[in-house]
């Protein structure tokens, strides 16, 4: 017995209080979403390709750098 009292049938709500139970087999959404998720964590991790470019590009830079800040130009005595 609940403590709840009876509601009138026009004052029920027509979709289901609590979620039907799963029966847990996976179906191809699923297994859609999880290659998807799989996929997603592989891209997020950097390759050695692009860690290496991504190193060349900063030695690049750094050098770059150097050459503006020491470069004295044409200066005439």
């Known amino acids: 017995m609940t403590k709840k009292p009876p509601l009138p049938e026009?004052?029920?709500s027509p979709y289901p209080i609590a979620e039907s139970p799963h029966d847990g087999a996976d179906n191809?959404?699923?297994a859609a979403v999880k290659e998807l998720a799989a996929a997603r964590k592989r891209r997020l991790?950097?390759?050695r390709t692009q860690?290496?470019?991504g190193?060349?590009?900063g030695i690049g830079s750094a050098a770059i750098v150097a050459g503006l800040l020491y470069w004295r130009g044409n200066h005439r005595k």
Do not use: K, M, S
Request: aromatic share 0%; hydrophobic share 45%; glycine share 6%.
């Open 28 to 30: 191809e959404t699923v």
């Open 45 to 47: 991790q950097p390759t």
């Open 10 to 12: 026009e004052v029920q």
């Open 55 to 57: 190193a060349a590009v």
């Open 51 to 53: 860690i290496g470019i």
